[in-house]
């Protein structure tokens, strides 16, 4: 008994302490991060600050919900439909930094249905499924974990105050793709158009941006728009999109805060 302490520190000393620095190192490591990669448009892109800008994306804030283990790296751009993003190579960088056990969320659609624009339409039965179908394959080729997201509904209320969506075919495709391929689906789509309907014609307002004349300097005459969201709207389609994720991600779920 008389020898036990002096053992105890034979033991810390040739086998604990050297490979504490290890430990550490494996721990914070970025190489051991789960990264989480966005694509997408408008909707979830990353916002700038100057001139207190109002507009912000939801994966701006997604970051904020999760503790250390998790990298976010939100490649989704303004004005980005499926073509456009593939065709200007953005899909092929952010492609090449997937590695085993990442996660890809995928949300398109609002600029897929541009017909007006060739650049950037993607007829949702044919071209946007493919493509859709291309993003999954080619993640899960790097095996990664792709995550398919409805996309976002526009504010959009009849006269009698009653909403109704504009989307067409292209939240269905979502739907159909993920089911098809045995791809976990973040339904943004359901979840934002029930979360417009509780708040109502007049309260959902404030989940979008309708600024004032004067209130921004960066908007000096105002702005309605019914797409893009303000703060709290970022924060709330955020807020949806972590209640999917907590349900359906086990794996990432551990990772997120209380």
């Known amino acids: 008994m008389k020898n036990c302490p002096r053992i105890c520190l034979i033991i810390l000393c040739l086998f604990v302490l050297p490979n504490l620095k290890s430990i550490f190192a494996q721990k914070v490591n970025p190489q051991n991060e789960i990264t989480i990669f966005m694509i ?6 990353n916002k ?6 109002p507009e912000k994306g939801w994966g701006q804030v997604f970051p904020l919900y999760f503790k250390e283990g998790i990298r976010i790296e939100n490649h989704a751009v303004n004005g980005r439909s499926t073509k456009s993003f593939l065709d200007q190579g953005r899909w092929e960088v952010v492609r090449e ?10 949300e398109f659609g609002h600029n897929d249905a541009k017909k007006e624009d060739s650049t950037r339409f993607a007829d949702a039965n044919t071209t946007y499924r493919w493509n859709l179908e291309k993003f999954v394959d080619d993640t899960r080729k790097r095996e990664g974990i792709p995550l398919l997201a409805t996309p976002i509904v526009r504010r959009r209320f009849h006269k009698q105050g009653n909403f109704y969506d504009v989307h067409g075919d292209y939240p269905k495709v979502v739907r159909e793709v993920a089911a098809e391929k045995n791809v ?32 921004y300097p960066s908007l000096p005459d105002g702005i309605v728009d019914d797409t893009h969201f303000s703060p ?9 999109a972590v209640e999917e994720i907590r349900a359906k991600v086990k794996e990432l779920a551990i990772f997120l805060k209380e």
């Open 97 to 106: 930094r997937i590695k085993p056990g990442d996660y890809v969320i995928i």
């Open 184 to 215: 976990i689906l973040l339904d943004m789509h359901a979840k934002s158009e029930a979360l417009l309907i509780k708040y109502g014609e007049e309260n959902s307002k404030q989940l979008f941006l309708h600024i004032a004349p004067g209130e």
């Open 232 to 240: 709290t709207g970022a924060f709330r389609m955020c807020d949806l």
């Open 48 to 53: 700038p600050y100057d001139d207190g800008n």
């Open 40 to 45: 997408g448009n408008s909707t979830m892109a």
